[in-house]
């Protein structure tokens, strides 16, 4: 019950939030004299080239953990991790300052019921695959024959056993979806949907509206207002700007589910690509240019532009295959099997009574006997199995009238057990491969790309917003015990240029089972062509802006690095202080572990600054403000 167990936090926490120690701060913040040292700096402007990268952070909350990607406009991934639940998103501290727009997505049809003034839970939440069966006779009364809604898993079945309790106040309640509710504690706007997560309340895509069946009922009220995925709903709370270190013109965007965000992390743009999400449950959608919806056998079809994204979602799935095995186990036994074998074994893997495709039986049993002596052939088996009702799927949206599937991607946990690929390629006939991203949250960072793009009236770009006068602040090198560095990586000494490595961060750490790790933050050092990673400053220039800090005597800002060194909680208040200051006298205090040179140069690259003045043990931090080199420029431009 993950989403019952997020609801007992009492402040969830989407991101990590450094305890605010370790520090000293003080005086107040002082502007800059900016027109002496910038004329060199340009600002984006249309498709011109900036000194800084914007950034698009996409996040999934599935069934057993969160995930976050951050891209850039070219869709190139910059930063990501998970965690299990209870999570919080240990972002680097100087990729938030970065993040240009925020989307998300959650399971499909888990349903919450708010108050829509105070937002406060009304009740416990519907999961993703409970059941409604009492309120089934009634939404099969007022809407049309096998209609998506016709489900007792759908939310509008849900919305309908909730509203027959007759709860007082019930007309002043609000329904949301998992990934509505996040995104509403990221911009406050209670009431807001997509049209995916809508899907199975009944809102209809392609007339973009909720059917007149529909708004006839009582409970209509409670429906939230439909957008598009990926649709500007309004800026980040300033209170989780201020808190976490995001900027503040990031937006936040409309969602999706969690299938349609695999789907589009996928890039299966012609019909007849399918896209197999293979995490806790299985999940298949097939890009086709009809639309097909049959409650009957819990198929339904999302709008994709132009086009629909027809499938379905089982009961099946990986998280079976974890009730019975371990990682280790699966990964061993896997080892063993030979995929060009077809099993004799036929299962009907489910962690409980109830199926939703390609079989719409609430009362399905699981099927797991019998169990041969051998674990290889039993997991064998069970593969197989789960790779047979994947292969029914198709052949039902085959027969409903979708396109024909001709090439299967694959997403989800169970894309990295190259197996089980080989036998579902046999079992389906057809072209079964890994798809080049195969997480949902990079789906997700693609709408709040997308949304990012709209907000600014642009449209799709593949530049980067990259110049070569500024660099992109190095993510930090982070000594919590939840972010330790497993390991570090360079380029050939023999190439290393000391102006053209930089620090970035990478979570597809590779264990030495030959499987990702995403459990800690890796710190890779990478080489980037052509472009200089520190930031460029003469001699000549660090000295004017050395003597300015000087002249500004105690009203420049000051803080200190105690005992504990270059800690989050530091790097994030020094972050936040060179945002509004630009300029930061630090202290380094004796105790401080380390060298001092090493400690300035953590300094430097945890916070994308550069030392332009030291006198002992204290040190002047310059790092330009890419909102306050924005506002320059547009002042400008209005001069101009």
Same mark, same amino acid.
């Not at 990986?318 to 080892?335: N, P, V, W």
């Given at each position: 019950?993950?989403?019952?167990?997020?609801?007992q936090?009492?402040?969830f926490?989407?991101?990590?939030?450094?305890k605010?120690?370790?520090?000293?701060?003080?005086s107040r913040?002082?502007?800059?004299p900016?027109?002496?040292?910038?004329s060199?700096?340009?600002?984006?402007?249309?498709?011109k080239g900036?000194?800084f990268?914007?950034l698009?952070?996409?996040?999934?909350?599935?069934?057993?953990g969160?995930r976050f990607?951050?891209?850039?406009?070219?869709?190139?991934i910059?930063?990501?991790?998970?965690?299990?639940y209870?999570?919080?998103?240990?972002?680097p501290?100087?990729?938030?300052?970065?993040?240009s727009?925020?989307?998300?997505?959650?399971?499909?049809?888990t349903?919450l019921?708010?108050?829509s003034?105070?937002?406060?839970?009304?009740?416990?939440?519907?999961?993703?695959?409970?059941?409604?069966?009492d309120?089934?006779?009634e939404?099969?009364?007022i809407a049309?024959?096998?209609?998506t809604v016709?489900s007792?898993t759908?939310?509008l079945?849900?919305?309908?056993?909730?509203?027959?309790?007759?709860?007082?106040?019930r007309?002043?309640?609000?329904l949301?979806?998992?990934?509505?509710?996040?995104?509403?504690?990221?911009?406050?706007?209670?009431?807001?949907?997509?049209?995916?997560?809508?899907?199975?309340?009944?809102?209809?895509p392609?007339?973009?509206?909720?059917?007149?069946w529909?708004?006839?009922?009582p409970?209509s009220?409670?429906?939230?207002?439909?957008?598009a995925?990926?649709?500007?709903?309004?800026?980040?709370?300033?209170?989780?700007?201020?808190?976490f270190?995001?900027p503040?013109?990031c937006?936040?965007c409309?969602g999706?589910?969690?299938?349609?965000?695999?789907?589009l992390?996928?890039?299966? !743009?012609?019909?007849?690509?399918?896209?197999?999400?293979l995490?806790?449950?299985?999940?298949?959608?097939?890009?086709?240019?009809?639309?097909?919806d049959?409650?009957?056998y819990?198929?339904?079809?999302?709008?994709?532009?132009?086009?629909?994204?027809?499938?379905?979602?089982?009961?099946?799935g990986?998280?079976?295959?974890?009730?019975?095995?371990?990682?280790?186990?699966?990964?061993?036994?896997?080892?063993e099997?030979?995929?060009?074998?077809?099993?004799?074994?036929?299962?009907?893997?489910l962690?409980s009574?109830?199926e939703r495709?390609?079989?719409?039986?609430?009362?399905?049993a699981?099927r797991?006997?019998?169990?041969?002596?051998s674990?290889v052939?039993?997991?064998?088996?069970?593969l197989?199995?789960?790779?047979?009702?994947?292969?029914k799927?198709?052949?039902?949206l085959?027969?409903?009238g979708? !396109?024909?599937?001709?090439?299967?991607?694959?997403?989800?946990?169970g894309?990295?057990n190259?197996k089980w690929i080989?036998?579902?390629?046999?079992?389906?006939?057809?072209p079964?491969?890994?798809?080049?991203?195969?997480?949902a949250?990079?789906?997700?960072s693609l709408l709040?790309?997308?949304g990012a793009n709209?907000?600014?009236?642009?449209?799709?770009?593949?530049?980067?917003?990259?110049?070569?006068?500024?660099?992109?602040?190095?993510?930090?090198i982070?000594?919590?015990?939840?972010?330790v560095?497993?390991?570090?990586?360079?380029?050939?000494?023999?190439?290393?240029?000391e102006?053209n490595?930089?620090?970035?961060?990478?979570?597809?750490e590779?264990n030495?089972?030959?499987?990702?790790?995403?459990?800690?933050?890796t710190?890779v050092?990478?080489?980037e062509?052509?472009?200089?990673?520190?930031?460029?400053l003469?001699a000549k220039?660090?000295?004017?802006l050395?003597?300015?800090?000087?002249?500004?005597?105690?009203?420049?800002k000051s803080?200190?690095?105690?005992k504990?060194?270059?800690?989050?909680?530091?790097?994030?208040?020094?972050?936040?202080?060179l945002e509004?200051?630009e300029?930061?006298?630090?202290?380094?205090?004796?105790t401080?572990?380390g060298?001092?040179?090493?400690?300035?140069?953590?300094?430097?690259?945890? !916070?994308g600054?550069?030392?332009?003045?030291?006198?002992?043990?204290?040190?002047?931090?310059?790092?330009?403000s890419?909102?306050?080199l924005?506002?320059?420029?547009?002042?400008?431009?209005?001069?101009?």
């Open positions: 019950m993950v989403i019952l167990r997020q609801f936090i009492s402040s926490e989407l991101f990590q939030s450094p605010q120690t370790g520090f000293y701060s003080s913040s002082v502007p800059l900016r027109a002496r040292f910038y060199d700096f340009r600002v984006m402007s249309g498709n900036t000194n990268e914007k698009y952070l996409g996040m999934d909350f599935g069934t057993s969160a990607t951050v891209i850039d406009e070219q869709g190139e910059k930063a990501q991790g998970k965690r299990e209870p999570p919080f998103m240990d972002i501290v100087t990729v938030r300052s970065l993040v727009s925020i989307s998300l997505d959650g399971t499909s049809a349903t019921i708010l108050n003034e105070s937002g406060e839970v009304l009740c416990q939440p519907y999961l993703y695959n409970q059941s409604c069966p309120a089934l006779p939404v099969k009364s049309p024959a096998n209609h016709c007792g759908s939310t079945c849900k919305l309908v056993s909730w509203w027959n309790t007759e709860v007082p106040n007309e002043s309640a609000v949301l979806h998992q990934a509505d509710w996040l995104l509403w504690l990221l911009h406050g706007r209670l009431g807001v949907s997509d049209y995916n997560n809508a899907l199975k309340v009944g809102y209809d392609e007339s973009e509206s909720y059917p007149s529909l708004l006839n009922q409970y009220q409670l429906l939230p207002k439909v957008q995925p990926g649709t500007s709903i309004g800026n980040l709370k300033e209170s989780i700007r201020m808190q270190g995001f503040d013109d937006i936040v409309t999706t589910t969690d299938s349609i965000a695999a789907f992390a996928a890039r299966a !743009t012609e019909p007849g690509k399918a896209v197999t999400s995490g806790s449950t299985l999940a298949i959608k097939l890009l086709s240019t009809k639309r097909v049959d409650a009957r819990g198929v339904y079809s999302h709008r994709l532009d132009d086009k629909w994204l027809v499938g379905g979602a089982s009961n099946t990986g998280a079976i295959l974890r009730q019975l095995f371990s990682d280790e186990h699966l990964e061993r036994l896997s080892q099997i030979n995929p060009m074998v077809a099993s004799p074994l036929d299962y009907y893997p962690q009574s109830g495709f390609p079989i719409a039986d609430p009362n399905l699981p797991l006997l019998p169990r041969p002596e674990d052939e039993y997991l064998h088996g069970i197989e199995s789960i790779a047979r009702i994947e292969g799927g198709y052949k039902l085959k027969e409903l979708a !396109t024909e599937a001709e090439e299967v991607l694959t997403a989800g946990g894309a990295k190259d080989k036998i579902r390629q046999r079992v389906l006939g057809l079964v491969k890994k798809a080049v991203h195969t997480e949250s990079y789906g997700a709040a790309l997308k709209q907000n600014s009236g642009r449209k799709s770009s593949h530049h980067a917003w990259i110049s070569s006068s500024l660099p992109l602040p190095r993510p930090y982070s000594f919590s015990p939840l972010l560095p497993k390991s570090f990586s360079s380029v050939d000494e023999s190439e290393q240029d102006d490595v930089s620090l970035v961060a990478s979570f597809n590779i030495d089972d030959g499987q990702e790790d995403w459990s800690d933050l710190m050092s990478m080489r062509n052509g472009r200089s990673s520190a930031l460029e003469s220039e660090k000295r004017k050395a003597s300015y800090a000087h002249s500004l005597g105690d009203k420049l803080q200190l690095v105690g504990s060194g270059v800690t989050d909680s530091v790097v994030l208040s020094f972050v936040e202080t509004k200051n300029l930061l006298k630090v202290k380094i205090h004796r401080c572990p060298e001092l040179e090493d400690m300035i140069l953590r300094l430097e690259e945890a !916070t600054s550069v030392s332009v003045g030291q006198i002992a043990r204290t040190v002047i931090l310059y790092r330009p890419p909102t306050k924005k506002g320059d420029e547009g002042k400008k431009r209005n001069e101009e």
